[in-house]
């Protein structure tokens, strides 16, 4: 042991006395080689809170390992704590510094933080004008906060005390008065306290002046050092699973001016150099497509002149298959891409790329290797996130059937998940009044347990969408709405899309027959039921809230209790949700005709209520140029076949293409179907700019397609683009080039930034991600034919897609609306190649 620790302490003097420096660059962030540290280039105004993605950050060898840097009001802050608003922010290149203001208005409270490039170190600390607020004094503190899955298992000092980060959370928590708790989110709790009036705070692991962190991996070592104020750990995991280890010191009451100062040096590995990402498509290739490796170098990496495709022969031998140059694209945000074209290889087989030393795992060349790229979504992620069923599988049941009770008309009030209720509650029922016959049909809206209506009417449309086009008869799930059980990879004889298509339409004619209008929501009533994560079934009681009894009171009768967990229906009248919901409607009957004819009756019915419901009501809100009717319009002409349906459609199709032609094209490719030959004919200028359009990408990035840069990563809009792109080779097959199909495909399949892994859970790909955010998240795991959102791009220049932290929702959840449209990729992605 003392051997160790002598060598370990040789190699700390080595490590830290690397004299490069952390300079502020153009982009204004600290950069040293193998360190960058961030100043709110991410500030807290994510949609969600506190979405772990912001304040100080340090992307350590390439992994972005701290974040949360900034004065907060917890020990362990939960995604619904209050997050500080930044003020200002001044970058002083001369001084190397950057200032940041922050506010809490909650608390009338400010403060400053800035942080100094000194060395190797950044100097962080924290100014007062005022002293902290009563109200928050000893709350108040200076945190950072590190992802566990870099940390766990690994060791720290504290003060030269041994310790090692927990796998689990196993540490000590006290119990404090809720009063004494700094406000949450507009109010809401996160936590059910079961009557004690008292929050959970955990107590530290350790504190001290001094810790050194992840000692046993130089990739993650990094030296804490608080001057005048003990430093804290703590497990946030304890509170929240998606909580991180935060390091933390309480700011001091009484005191203004320089009130903290702590030195933060993450260790640099000399010289390091990030291994290569090499970007292939993990489904593997058809031997005619082009194919194409996207290699992601960093900046002071030397590209190779060659690389190299072997083949992996059926008796096990390795041959190698090509040799070819390497291309070079340039420079994409941080990183340098080159690429490897092994185009000219067609021979069906097992192949893997080797670039310099590095090898990738193998892939196929083969006629068939697309063909089950969606058999995991409709068979096992479709099936599961139907609610109001009980859903098995095998020996395992993935939820019992939710809700029973029912949705209670959601009283006026603010919501978590960006919803709202109103003043009035636009419908016939009183606040808390039970809304019958709405716990029918729906699916779960992500890794979440409401429906959100809008989402769900995206469902019913993709389906029928990918029903009337490809007529799909696959029949891998038994659905009985009679039963209300669902039991996966047991045909029954019906098609799975019709029934997924009824399952859908149950819940939304219910809707509109029950509230005369759609739902925004049915969603949670309380938060601390939001965050669940486990069964559906145990979000609620079972029992219908009666506000006569007192909480977790159950009647004599057992039927009612005092616990407010059902279910709201948010019912603010929304005539666009309306008008959605009537293309949908339409689409519908059509689809359930001679499936089910009275269900199909009766959305159709509601389609044309609802249709001139909200055309009176947008009329009279003069909203009608915001109708964004004219797929609506398209459906019920489809529907019907009333010619007035169909002079709306033309009469706004060609202004939206001129004006858009881009994102308009696919419903104008989607109409063809209804049209004659001239109208065919006038969309072939729009199509061949959409040519144009497609190759603008090759420019754009390395990976041509469309990145998106948003807070939500973008592979949604990838396999939008990938959809429209096979639609408009469908029918224009002279304009759009062959080659182009594939672009979507290879993206979400594994030729993207940061890693190669394909972005959707399970069937078909050699490595697919392991880690999704679905409802099983706290169980590192993933609901199989999820499709993530991928690549999150975090300012200035950093693209990120965690594979071993599966809650942060913008790179690993999935939607239903989401996984539904990757459905109609999937399948008319397979119908053009199979042409
Ligand atoms: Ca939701
Ligand atoms: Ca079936
Ligand atoms: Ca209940």
């Known amino acids: 042991m003392k051997k160790t620790m002598l060598l370990m302490a040789a190699t700390l003097i080595t490590a830290f006395g690397y004299a490069q420096g952390l300079k502020l660059n153009d982009l204004e962030y600290f950069e040293r080689q193998g360190v960058n540290v961030l100043v709110f280039s991410n500030p807290f105004t994510g949609g969600f809170n506190d979405e772990k993605n912001s304040g100080i950050e340090i992307i350590h060898h390439g992994v972005r390992t701290a974040q949360g840097g900034a004065v907060r009001l917890n020990n362990a802050p939960e995604q619904w704590d209050l997050v500080p608003q930044m003020t200002s922010r001044k970058v002083d290149p001369a001084t190397n510094s950057i200032e940041i203001g922050m506010r809490y208005p909650d608390y009338d409270f400010d403060s400053r933080v800035v942080v100094t490039g000194k060395g190797d170190a950044v100097e962080i600390s924290v100014y007062l004008d005022k002293p902290v607020p009563d109200a928050i004094a000893g709350e108040a503190g200076f945190n950072l906060e590190f992802l566990p899955s870099q940390y766990w298992n690994k060791t720290f000092l504290m003060d030269g005390r041994l310790n090692r980060f927990p796998r689990y959370t196993a540490s000590e928590t006290i119990t404090r008065p809720n009063q004494e708790k700094a406000r949450q989110f507009k109010g809401f709790k996160t936590y059910d306290d079961r009557g004690t009036d008292r929050f959970i705070d955990p107590l530290p692991l350790e ?92 900046k002071k990496d030397t590209p190779k002149a060659t690389a190299t495709l072997f083949r992996i022969m059926n008796d096990g031998s390795i041959q190698k298959a090509f040799e070819g140059g390497i291309q070079s694209w340039g420079s994409y945000f941080k990183y340098n891409y080159v690429k490897f074209d092994f185009s000219a290889v067609r021979e069906p087989g097992v192949y893997y790329i080797q670039y310099g030393d590095l090898k990738t795992n193998d892939f196929l060349i083969d006629e068939h290797v697309y063909d089950k790229i969606t058999d995991a979504t409709t068979d096992v992620w479709i099936p599961i996130h139907m609610n109001h069923m009980f859903v098995n599988e095998g020996y395992r049941v993935w939820h019992g059937e939710p809700f029973k009770e029912g949705y209670l008309q959601a009283p006026p009030s603010d919501h978590f998940d960006m919803h709202r ?74 098609p799975d899309i019709l029934q997924f298509i009824e399952h859908g339409t149950l819940n939304l004619v219910a809707q509109a027959e029950q509230i005369g209008h759609m739902a925004t929501t049915l969603s949670n009533s309380v938060l601390d039921n939001y965050h669940h994560l486990g069964d559906a079934t145990s979000i609620t009681d079972g029992r219908h809230y009666d506000r006569s009894l007192k909480p977790y009171e159950v009647s004599a009768d057992g039927k009612s209790s005092g616990t407010p967990d059902d279910m709201w229906a948010f019912t603010s009248r929304n005539p666009r949700l309306d008008f959605n919901a009537a293309t949908m409607f339409a689409a519908a009957s059509r689809a359930l005709e001679g499936y089910n004819d009275d269900l199909a009756q009766r959305a159709l019915t509601q389609s044309k209520r609802l249709m001139q419901e909200a055309t009176e009501l947008m009329t009279a809100n003069n909203q009608q140029g915001q109708m964004g009717g004219m797929a609506t319009n398209l459906q019920l002409y489809a529907a019907t076949h009333e010619q007035h349906y169909l002079d709306s459609f033309l009469q706004q199709i060609w202004t939206a293409l001129d004006n858009n032609a881009t994102s308009n094209l696919q419903t104008a490719l989607d109409a063809i179907p209804y049209m004659d030959e001239a109208y065919k004919q006038r969309l072939r200028p729009y199509v061949q700019k959409y040519q144009e359009y497609i190759l603008s990408f090759d420019k754009d990035n390395p990976y041509g397609v469309p990145i998106g840069l948003g807070n939500w990563a973008g592979s949604g809009n990838v396999v939008s683009f990938g959809t429209t792109i096979c639609f408009a080779y469908l029918y224009f097959p002279d304009l759009i080039r062959k080659d182009d199909l594939y672009r979507a495909a290879n993206y979400i399949f594994g030729c993207h930034p940061y890693h190669n892994y394909s972005l959707v859970a399970a069937v078909g790909a050699a490595r697919p991600k392991a880690v999704f955010y679905g409802n099983n998240r706290a169980d590192f795991s993933f609901i199989p034919g999820n499709v993530a959102p991928g690549l999150l791009f975090r300012q200035p220049d950093h693209f990120e897609n965690y594979d071993d932290w599966p809650f942060l929702w913008g790179q690993n959840e999935g939607t239903v609306g989401g996984n539904t449209q990757y459905v109609i990729f999937g399948s008319a992605f397979q119908n053009v190649l199979a042409k």
């Open 207 to 298: 504190q001290g002046h001094t810790i050194l962190m992840a000692t046993d991996d130089p990739e993650r070592l990094v030296k804490v050092t608080s001057q005048d104020i003990d430093l804290k750990l703590y497990d946030g995991r304890i509170l929240a699973q998606n909580g991180w280890f935060v390091l933390r010191s309480i700011l001091p009451a009484g005191k203004t001016g320089k009130v903290l100062t702590w030195t933060v040096e993450p260790h640099a590995i000399p010289g390091w150099i990030r291994e290569p990402n090499i970007g292939f498509s993990q489904v593997g290739y058809v031997p005619t497509q082009p194919k194409v490796a996207v290699i992601e170098l960093d």
């Open 421 to 494: 209720q109103g003043a009035t509650t636009d419908t016939k029922y009183q606040p808390y009044e039970l809304i019958p016959g709405l716990n029918v049909g729906g699916y779960f809206d992500a890794g979440d347990f409401d429906i959100e209506t809008g989402a769900n009417i995206g469902v019913v449309q993709n389906l029928v969408r990918a029903w009337e086009l490809f007529h799909s008869q696959r029949d891998e799930t038994f659905v009985s709405e009679q039963q209300r059980y669902v039991d996966l990879h047991r045909p029954d004889g019906v």
